[in-house]
């Protein structure tokens, strides 16, 4: 599935979203009772991306994806329902059906090191009053 560029910012291509959006939660049409129109699914998952794409903080969305409040509160509640574990897991075993994933062993990378410039232990603060 590719990312296309338009507008904004990449964009979910529409293969890609018609596949993404039989994942999501139903949500009813708008409330007889009136009250503030739900945002553009579409738009919040193409800032969700954004953000997981580029590390940025939630408030630094671009506004063509909604605000960054919206489109965080969406992104907790589709965690929540295991949007994302899903799209996961169906993607992986797509990827197997087509390349093959080597099932048979695992590898696991890390390191844990003391910060270059970190100090010696219970050396003096420099960000504190003296």
Not at 56 to 83: D, I, L, M, N
Request: hydrophobic share 30%; aromatic share 14%; proline share 5%.
């Amino acid at each position: 599935m590719r990312v296309e560029f338009k507008g904004c910012s990449w964009r979910l291509s529409d293969r890609f979203w018609s596949y993404l959006q039989s994942l999501l939660p139903n949500y009813p049409a708008a409330s007889a009772r009136g009250g503030r129109p739900r945002a553009d699914v579409r738009q919040v998952m193409n800032g969700i991306f954004y953000v997981l794409r580029t590390g940025c903080q939630w408030k630094a969305v671009p506004a063509c994806y909604g605000s960054g409040s919206t489109v965080h509160r969406y992104f907790q509640e589709w965690v929540e329902h295991g949007v994302f574990r899903r799209l996961w897991i169906q993607q992986l075993r797509r990827y197997d059906r087509c390349r093959g994933i080597g099932w048979s062993w695992q590898s696991v990378d890390g390191s844990m090191t003391k910060a270059p410039l970190g100090g010696e232990k219970n050396r003096e603060k420099p960000d504190r009053s003296r």
